[in-house]
């Protein structure tokens, strides 16, 4: 089904080379509009060094990232978020001294094009409080609107992550491991966010957790020492010999666990 | 909040004041211009962590305009002050320009290699008066209407001019661009991923401070009536850091103060110790930043828990 679809996002043949070593190696990857598409494997594969080539924290060594049909592997990272794709990062990226509302209000604000007014009052960017409530509502955070970002709980910081990037309305959301370090609950808590969030979006996410892959993802890419092993559903992914292989075997009991 | 209009009010009437405390009003306008400095300086290290390393630059190039309209060609006073800060604006965006790509340390080396540019410019030129600088310039008057001869009328007048860049800083700070600044402070590459051309925004922020430091330059110009190369010279621009680490960075009233400090100790200990004034005050800076490193202020906001 997921199939069928049209591509949003592709590569061709992406490679970053560091000095002496090939982080990503030829990916070639297509994100269909809709999926919710999981970017899986070991540690060190690439996965993060993927994602900062795609919203341009890095330079492709060489090959092409093409979002909807236009090539936008020369476009400087702010230029990536104005076209739609917003990401999160690995390591939960709010800003600490600004309140749950300020950090939504911050998004909204580049929209709005208040941004370089320095000569009012920030009073004036009480009209985005009713947007930036409803957002937070959407994670469940409306009750913590004043706290600092830094005050809060880390699954809540994740949650507020979300609410920031949605305040973008991106069309292609890419999450770099957004339920790490998460508790039980909270993993399954932002997984079913994420689901509900995905519902008229795009989203391109990598997981190490397979049960959040096996519930939310549509399709899935595994990723190994910078190339691309398998592809497809889950059930085909997780009985591809290569994947067993590339897990260890311990993967491939979790992955068999899951599903 | 109540707390602190009591403070501000206080401070407004001892500004207002000041002339008859006994104090020496040129000394006095001296200082005003310094905490100008330093605040315009605090504006780009306090609120976008951004360590300029050559600040006299704007400070000393806008002086030397404003002393060379108002002598050489005759200007008002106003326009003298407006062409001084166009001056330093521009020199902030051309020097911003390039800086801002930069962080760090390269940042604040491009900054020190050009404002040295700035310095050599000065000591060549020949409206600048080279080793002896602009000497004589006329404070001369407010559109013709106010005399600004009289210590009096312009110490009011600096006063005014202080107070509104002071408030025009806090309006910067919490602002929707402060906002902004303080978002990219806080963590620039998510500021980045939610689509903020950074670059940008910390270019306005480097020219708001290099115009509103060259204000400071022209004013301090029209208060002594010259302009020396020790105005745009690299001991100027560390006594600017020094000024607002010493006070607080990052806090409105800590430049102010720091700068307070720092020039009453090079004024008083300067006829005590003579050239030791410079090794003392290095001294003391560092003892302030070894026992509190938030500056006097930083260190009094976290006290009381809250911001003055
Ligand atoms: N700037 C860099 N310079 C050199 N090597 C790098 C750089 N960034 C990443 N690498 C290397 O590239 C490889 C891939 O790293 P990357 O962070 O993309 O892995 P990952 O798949 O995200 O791993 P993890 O699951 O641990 O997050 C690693 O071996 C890493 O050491
Ligand atoms: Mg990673």
Redesign the interface.
């Known amino acids: 089904m997921a199939l069928l679809r049209e591509p949003i996002l592709e590569t061709r043949d992406l490679v970053k080379a560091f000095k002496g070593f090939v982080a990503v190696d030829g990916v070639s990857l297509c994100v269909r509009r809709g999926e919710i598409h999981a970017l899986i494997g070991p540690n060190g594969a690439g996965k993060t060094t993927f994602f900062n080539l795609l919203t341009k924290f890095l330079q492709p060594t060489s090959g092409a990232i093409l979002y909807r049909g236009t090539d936008i592997t020369r476009e400087q990272p702010a230029d990536i978020a104005r076209r739609g794709i917003v990401r999160s990062f690995q390591i939960c990226a709010v800003f600490p001294h600004l309140t749950a509302l300020e950090n939504v209000r911050v998004a909204l604000q580049r929209v709005v094009g208040s941004s370089f007014q320095f000569w009012r009052s920030a009073r004036s960017l009480s009209q985005l409080h009713g947007r930036a409530i409803q957002l937070l509502a959407e994670v469940r955070l409306e009750d913590w609107a004043s706290t600092l970002a830094a005050d809060l709980s880390y699954g809540r910081k994740r949650a507020l992550e979300l609410a920031t990037t949605l305040a973008l309305e991106p069309e292609l959301l890419l999450l770099d491991e957004p339920t790490q370090g998460l508790g039980h609950e909270d993993v399954a808590r932002v997984a079913q966010l994420i689901k509900h969030v995905a519902a008229h979006r795009t989203v391109l996410m990598v997981e190490h957790n397979m049960n959040v892959v096996a519930s939310i993802a549509d399709t899935i890419s595994v990723l190994q020492r910078g190339r691309v092993i398998a592809a497809g559903t889950y059930d085909k992914v997780a009985r591809d010999p290569q994947v067993i292989e590339a897990y260890m075997g311990t993967a491939s009991t979790k992955l068999a666990g899951s599903g | 909040m109540k707390a602190r209009t009591r403070l501000y009010a206080a401070l407004a009437i001892l500004g207002l004041a000041a002339p008859w405390l006994g104090l020496y009003p040129v000394f006095v306008m001296k200082l005003l211009c310094f905490a100008m400095f330093a605040c315009a300086f605090n504006l780009l290290l306090g609120y976008t962590k951004m360590l300029s390393f050559g600040h006299a630059a704007y400070f000393g190039a806008s002086a030397y305009t404003t002393g060379w309209l108002v002598t050489a060609q005759g200007w008002g006073t106003i326009a003298g002050l407006l062409g001084g800060v166009a001056v330093s604006m521009l020199l902030g965006l051309a020097i911003g320009a390039i800086a801002v790509r930069r962080q760090g340390i390269y940042f604040a080396m491009i900054t020190l290699a050009l404002a040295q540019l700035v310095f050599f410019v000065c000591l060549q030129a020949p409206f600048t008066g080279g080793e002896n600088g602009l000497q004589g310039i006329p404070r001369g008057s407010v559109l013709g209407i106010i005399d600004l001869g009289g210590d009096a009328a312009m110490y009011y007048f600096v006063l005014a001019a202080f107070a509104a860049v002071f408030v025009l800083i806090r309006?910067?700070v919490?602002?929707?661009?402060?906002?902004?600044l303080?978002?990219i402070r806080?963590?620039e590459?998510?500021?980045?991923?939610?689509?903020?051309?950074?670059d940008?925004?910390k270019l306005?922020a480097f020219v708001?401070s290099a115009s509103l430091a060259g204000l400071a330059g022209s004013l301090k110009a029209l208060v002594l009536g010259f302009v020396t190369l020790s105005d745009v010279s690299q001991a100027t621009s560390g006594d600017v850091i020094l000024m607002t680490l010493l006070g607080g960075s990052g806090t409105f009233l800590g430049p102010a103060l720091g700068a307070i400090i720092v020039i009453s100790l090079q004024e008083y200990l300067s006829d005590l110790v003579g050239a030791w004034v410079s090794v003392m005050i290095g001294a003391i800076f560092v003892v302030c930043v070894m026992t509190f490193r938030r500056g006097f202020i930083g260190e009094i906001e976290r006290r009381l828990g809250r911001r003055v």
């Open positions: 309006r910067i919490h602002s929707p661009f402060g906002q902004v303080k978002a806080e963590n590459p998510r500021a980045i991923s939610l689509g903020y051309q950074v940008r925004y306005l708001l």
